[in-house]
C-alpha cells in the first residue's frame, strides 16, 4: 500500500491531540491526523499509561525469571542481561515514542506506521509479527493463570483430580467474562489500581517467603545445568527472553490512549515503567535465584514454602491478575474487530455485548485450548521474544527512526543504528532456532495436555 493510499484509508476524526476548525467548506486539522477507530485516542494521563506498561511487566509473568533467565545464564550472565534488558529496552522504547506523528499523523497501530513508512507488504508483515506476538503472550497468561490456579488447588486438595488442563480452562472462561465486561484498554481504568494491588500482593509474598527460605536454608548449587551443547541453546533461549521481559510489541497502540503531547507524556510514562515500574522485577528474580538456585520453577510459588493461607492469597491474587493483564495485550485484537465491524454505542448494547461474547469468547476459546495443549510456559517466553519481540523492538525501531529522523542524524548516530538493527537480527535467529529446539524437547518429555 503507498502513502497516499494510507492517507486515503485514515479519515480525520476528533481527538484532543487533533484540535480541529471549521471553515465555509471542511474541516481542517491544526495538528495532527488520527486513523478511524472505535475505541479512545488521547484520553488517558501519563500517569495511568506508566500503570498499564508497569502492569504487563509485572504480572505473574515474573514468577517465572529466575528459572527461565537465572538459571540458565547463572548468577552473572542473569544479572547483567537482565541489567541491559532493561536499559536497551528503555532506548528501544523511546525511540518509536519520538516517532509516533511522524509525517503529521498519529500511528495509533505498530502497522499503520510500518505501512506508512515502508508500504502495503511491510503492513502486512508487521500486522502478522504483532498479532503473533500478542496471541503468544496471551496463551502464556492463560497458562499463567492456570498454574495459579491449580496451586490454589492442590494447597488444600492434592488428589490429582483435577489436571492442569482443567484450570487453563477456568482460567479461560474467566478471561472471556472479562473481556466481555470490559470494552477498551482506556476503560480499565479502577482495574489497573485493582491490578497493581495484586501484584503488590504475591511480589510481597514471594520475595518474604522465598527470604526467609534463602536464610534458613542450606548452601544451593548455582551451576547451570545441562550438557555444554544443551547450554548454548538454553542460554540463547533466555537471551529470547530476557527481551520479553520489558517489551509489549504494542508501544504505538499503548501510546494511542496518551492524551496531548503525546511525545512527552509517553516518554513520562516509559521512565516510570522502567524506573520505578521495574524494580519488583529484579528484586523477586535475583531474590528467588539466590534461595533456590538451579532449583528454581518457571513458577517460584511452587518453590517457596510458608503458611497454607498466605500461598493460597499469593495464588490467588497471581491468577486475579493475570485476567487484567491479559486483557491489555488482547486489546489490540479487540480494538481492530471493534472498529472492523462497527461496534460503537454504549458498551452495554445488547448487540455490542453479544458481539463481545461471540468474538472475542472465539479468540480466547483458541487461545484456552492451545494453552492447554502445549503448557511448557518457558518455551513460549523464548520463542515469543525471538518470533517478534526483538523484531518489533529492536530491529524495526533502530529502522524506523533512522528514516524518520534521517536529515537530522549524524553519519555516526545512522551506522549506530544500522548496526543495531544487524546484531538484533542476528540475536534474533538465534533464538527462535533455540526456541523451537527447547519446544521440540519439551514436546517429547511431556505429552500433550501435560499435567506439569
Same mark, same amino acid.
Given at each position: 500500500?503507498?502513502?497516499?493510499?494510507?492517507?486515503?484509508?485514515?479519515?480525520?476524526?476528533?481527538s484532543?491531540?487533533?484540535?480541529?476548525?471549521m471553515?465555509?467548506?471542511h474541516?481542517?486539522p491544526?495538528?495532527?491526523?488520527?486513523?478511524e477507530?472505535?475505541?479512545q485516542?488521547?484520553?488517558?494521563?501519563?500517569?495511568?499509561?506508566?500503570?498499564?506498561?508497569?502492569?504487563?511487566?509485572?504480572?505473574?509473568?515474573?514468577?517465572?525469571?529466575?528459572?527461565?533467565?537465572?538459571?540458565?545464564?547463572?548468577?552473572?550472565g542473569?544479572?547483567?542481561?537482565?541489567?541491559?534488558?532493561?536499559?536497551?529496552?528503555?532506548?528501544?522504547?523511546?525511540?518509536?515514542?519520538?516517532?509516533?506523528?511522524?509525517?503529521?499523523?498519529?500511528?495509533?497501530?505498530?502497522?499503520?506506521?510500518?505501512?506508512f513508512?515502508?508500504?502495503?507488504?511491510?503492513?502486512?508483515i508487521?500486522?502478522?509479527?504483532?498479532?503473533?506476538?500478542?496471541?503468544?503472550?496471551?496463551?502464556?497468561?492463560?497458562?499463567?493463570?492456570?498454574?495459579?490456579l491449580?496451586?490454589?488447588?492442590?494447597?488444600?486438595?492434592?488428589?490429582?483430580?483435577?489436571?492442569?488442563?482443567y484450570?487453563?480452562?477456568?482460567?479461560?472462561?474467566?478471561?472471556?467474562?472479562?473481556?466481555? =465486561?470490559?470494552? @477498551?484498554?482506556?476503560? %480499565?481504568?479502577?482495574?489497573l $489500581? *485493582?491490578?497493581?494491588?495484586?501484584?503488590? +500482593?504475591?511480589?510481597?509474598?514471594?520475595?518474604?517467603?522465598?527470604?526467609?527460605?534463602?536464610?534458613?536454608?542450606?548452601?544451593?548449587?548455582?551451576?547451570?545445568?545441562?550438557?555444554?551443547?544443551?547450554?548454548?541453546?538454553?542460554?540463547?533461549?533466555?537471551?529470547?527472553?530476557?527481551?520479553?521481559?520489558?517489551?509489549?510489541?504494542?508501544?504505538?497502540?499503548?501510546?494511542?490512549?496518551?492524551?496531548?503531547?503525546v511525545?512527552?507524556?509517553?516518554?513520562?510514562?516509559?521512565?516510570?515503567?522502567?524506573?520505578?515500574?521495574?524494580?519488583?522485577?529484579?528484586?523477586?528474580?535475583?531474590?528467588?535465584?539466590?534461595?533456590?538456585?538451579?532449583?528454581?520453577?518457571?513458577?517460584?510459588?511452587?518453590?517457596?514454602?510458608?503458611?497454607?493461607?498466605v500461598?493460597?492469597?499469593?495464588?490467588?491474587?497471581?491468577?486475579?491478575?493475570?485476567?487484567?493483564?491479559l486483557?491489555?495485550? =488482547?486489546?489490540p @485484537?479487540?480494538?481492530? %474487530?471493534?472498529?472492523?465491524? $462497527? *461496534?460503537?454505542?454504549?458498551?452495554?448494547? +445488547?448487540?455490542?455485548?453479544?458481539?463481545?461474547?461471540?468474538?472475542?469468547g472465539?479468540?480466547?476459546?483458541?487461545?484456552?485450548?492451545?494453552?492447554?495443549?502445549?503448557?511448557?510456559?518457558g518455551?513460549?517466553?523464548?520463542?515469543t521474544?525471538?518470533?517478534?519481540?526483538?523484531?518489533?523492538?529492536?530491529?524495526?525501531?533502530n529502522?524506523?527512526?533512522?528514516?524518520?529522523?534521517?536529515?537530522?542524524?549524524?553519519?555516526?548516530?545512522?551506522?549506530?543504528?544500522?548496526?543495531?538493527?544487524?546484531?538484533f537480527?542476528?540475536?534474533?535467529?538465534?533464538?527462535?532456532?533455540?526456541?523451537?529446539?527447547?519446544?521440540?524437547?519439551?514436546?517429547?518429555?511431556?505429552?500433550?495436555?501435560?499435567?506439569?
Amino acid at each position: 500500500m503507498g502513502k497516499n493510499e494510507q492517507r486515503e484509508e485514515m479519515p480525520i476524526i476528533s481527538s484532543p491531540s487533533n484540535p480541529q476548525k471549521m471553515d465555509d467548506h471542511h474541516v481542517v486539522p491544526l495538528e495532527v491526523e488520527v486513523p478511524e477507530t472505535l475505541h479512545q485516542v488521547g484520553t488517558d494521563s501519563w500517569f495511568q499509561v506508566g500503570v498499564v506498561l508497569s502492569t504487563g511487566i509485572n504480572s505473574a509473568y515474573a514468577l517465572g525469571y529466575a528459572g527461565t533467565i537465572m538459571v540458565p545464564l547463572g548468577w552473572t550472565g542473569g544479572v547483567i542481561g537482565l541489567v541491559l534488558s532493561t536499559l536497551i529496552s528503555l532506548y528501544a522504547s523511546t525511540l518509536m515514542a519520538k516517532i509516533h506523528e511522524y509525517g503529521g499523523k498519529r500511528h495509533i497501530r505498530y502497522r499503520d506506521l510500518a505501512g506508512f513508512m515502508y508500504g502495503r507488504t511491510a503492513y502486512v508483515i508487521v500486522w502478522a509479527l504483532q498479532y503473533a506476538n500478542l496471541f503468544l503472550i496471551n496463551i502464556g497468561f492463560i497458562i499463567l493463570g492456570g498454574q495459579a490456579l491449580k496451586a490454589f488447588y492442590v494447597l488444600f486438595k492434592d488428589d490429582h483430580q483435577m489436571k492442569l488442563a482443567y484450570f487453563i480452562a477456568i482460567a479461560g472462561l474467566a478471561c472471556v467474562l472479562f473481556a466481555i =465486561a470490559v470494552p @477498551t484498554l482506556s476503560s %480499565l481504568r479502577v482495574w489497573l $489500581a *485493582i491490578s497493581s494491588v495484586f501484584s503488590l +500482593i504475591y511480589l510481597t509474598i514471594v520475595f518474604v517467603l522465598a527470604l526467609r527460605d534463602g536464610i534458613n536454608s542450606p548452601p544451593r548449587d548455582y551451576s547451570i545445568p545441562g550438557s555444554k551443547i544443551n547450554r548454548v541453546f538454553t542460554t540463547t533461549g533466555a537471551a529470547g527472553s530476557l527481551i520479553f521481559v520489558f517489551n509489549t510489541g504494542m508501544i504505538p497502540e499503548i501510546q494511542a490512549t496518551v492524551r496531548a503531547p503525546v511525545v512527552d507524556n509517553m516518554l513520562k510514562a516509559l521512565y516510570f515503567q522502567f524506573s520505578l515500574g521495574s524494580v519488583p522485577v529484579h528484586v523477586v528474580t535475583y531474590v528467588g535465584y539466590w534461595a533456590y538456585g538451579s532449583s528454581s520453577t518457571s513458577y517460584l510459588l511452587n518453590n517457596v514454602s510458608g503458611p497454607v493461607w498466605v500461598k493460597a492469597l499469593a495464588n490467588i491474587t497471581a491468577f486475579l491478575q493475570a485476567i487484567i493483564a491479559l486483557h491489555i495485550f =488482547a486489546s489490540p @485484537t479487540y480494538e481492530y %474487530l471493534d472498529t472492523k465491524y $462497527a *461496534i460503537k454505542g454504549s458498551a452495554l448494547a +445488547i448487540r455490542n455485548l453479544a458481539f463481545r461474547a461471540l468474538v472475542r469468547g472465539g479468540y480466547l476459546a483458541l487461545t484456552t485450548f492451545l494453552s492447554a495443549l502445549l503448557p511448557f510456559l518457558g518455551d513460549f517466553m523464548s520463542l515469543t521474544g525471538a518470533i517478534s519481540s526483538i523484531p518489533l523492538t529492536f530491529i524495526l525501531s533502530n529502522h524506523m527512526y533512522i528514516i524518520a529522523m534521517k536529515n537530522k542524524l549524524s553519519s555516526l548516530q545512522k551506522s549506530w543504528h544500522l548496526l543495531n538493527v544487524i546484531f538484533f537480527s542476528v540475536v534474533a535467529a538465534a533464538a527462535l532456532v533455540a526456541a523451537f529446539r527447547l519446544i521440540t524437547v519439551d514436546s517429547k518429555t511431556y505429552h500433550t495436555f501435560a499435567d506439569l
